[in-house]
């Protein structure tokens, strides 16, 4: 199983840019999540899908930010414009229907200058 | 909204000796996630447990679920220098809508 993959795993970009991020989540799973990590704020979730739909966006930070699902097996997190506090490593994780653990990408470190 | 709180926020020990942490919250959770997260990498499952008092082994590791449900604690017993790392709880509280809360971590340094 190849297990849930997100690209790039680094990305370094300028302040205004606009940054998309993908997730192919586990073959079979129907529920994916974005989280954002940093030192100061931990974990954070931004925003999970159920069967591609949207279901609990409150984390987002802002209208900067943008989730998509468009079919079971792709998810992008777009930023539209980058600023430098967005810098944080970007997790994707997708779950089996009605079981509760989450599996986990490598990530996405953003760095935006 | 709903927070675990984890402590200690981080250990740095001797190799062979045993580590104790823990997450506690204000609200009832029904099921307890204990991930490990190394450099450059993203969180890993190590345990889960789903039941009040249930106590559940995965090698050197033992979690537990606490009875009042609103803690949980890891066990580390004879320390490794390849168990370093960040160690997070992790829970669905009753009631929620599938959106797992995680605690600080736990940052665990091994000298060997």
């Known amino acids: 199983d190849a297990g849930v993959i997100q690209s790039p795993r680094h990305e370094v970009t300028e302040m205004g840019q606009e940054v998309t991020l993908r997730c192919k989540p586990i073959s079979g799973h129907n529920s994916l999540f974005w989280y954002r990590q940093t030192m100061m704020r931990g974990l954070e979730l931004l925003i999970y899908?159920?069967?591609?739909?949207?279901?609990?966006d409150s984390g987002m930070p802002e209208d900067r930010f943008s989730a998509k699902m468009p079919n079971a097996s792709f998810s992008t997190l777009k930023i539209q414009p980058s600023e430098p506090r967005d810098s944080a490593v970007y997790f994707c994780a997708s779950r089996s229907g009605g079981a509760d653990t989450q599996y986990f990408g490598p990530g996405t470190r953003l760095t935006v200058l | 909204g709903q927070q675990l709180n984890q402590s200690p926020q981080s250990m740095f020990i001797q190799e062979g000796e045993d580590v104790s942490m823990n997450c506690t919250s204000s609200s009832i959770f029904n099921t307890w996630l204990w991930y490990k997260q190394e450099p450059g990498e993203g969180p890993v499952l190590l345990i889960a447990l789903y039941k009040a008092g249930e106590l559940t082994s995965n090698g050197r590791l033992t979690a537990q679920f606490g009875i009042t449900r609103k803690d949980s604690f890891l066990n580390i017993s004879a320390s490794i220098p390849s168990d370093v790392g960040i160690y997070f709880c992790?829970?669905?509280?009753?009631?929620?809508?599938?959106?797992?809360?995680f605690g600080q971590g736990t940052t665990l340094q091994v000298k060997p």
């Open positions: 992790a829970g669905f509280f009753s009631g929620n809508t599938g959106k797992l809360i």
């Open positions: 899908f159920n069967n591609n739909v949207p279901i609990d």
